[in-house]
């Protein structure tokens, strides 16, 4: 069973930065896709960050893309997102999401979620 674990998350001044952890464990991680998505109050979860499961291809949403930098290490089952220069607009709980297929992982597909951690930007 696919468990996610996220950490990381605050409240940080606008231009601030802030570096999300999940810790995975279930299945071998290093054979999936791991990413990261968010919801906002009243909006649906979206994705915003996706890594390989051999760590060579990334890809952002366009907001956030120049500002946040997705990793992950494989022998230590974690990823990470770094977030700089945050934005008003990038506060959201942030869900750690993970599939065993790159493509399905942007769309939401056949993707397991972690339980989310908030993460609150102010003016």
């Known amino acids: 069973q696919v468990q996610l674990v996220e950490s990381g998350g605050g409240v940080v001044q606008a231009g601030g930065s802030l570096r999300l952890s999940c810790t995975a464990s279930?299945?071998?991680?290093?054979?999936?896709?791991m990413g990261w998505f968010r919801q906002a109050p009243g909006k649906q979860r979206e994705f915003v960050a996706v890594?390989?499961?051999?760590?060579?291809?990334?890809w952002y949403q366009d907001s956030v893309e120049g500002r946040f930098t997705i990793a992950k290490d494989n022998a230590k089952n974690q990823v990470y997102l770094q977030m700089d220069g945050l934005k008003v607009e990038d506060t959201a709980v942030y869900y750690c999401?993970?599939?065993?297929?790159?493509?399905?992982?942007?769309?939401?597909?056949?993707?397991?979620y972690g339980q989310g951690t908030q993460v609150t930007v102010f003016a």
């Open positions: 999401a993970a599939s065993a297929k790159y493509p399905h992982l942007v769309v939401g597909v056949n993707t397991s």
């Open positions: 279930g299945w071998i991680f290093s054979t999936f896709a």
């Open positions: 890594i390989s499961k051999d760590n060579d291809k990334t």
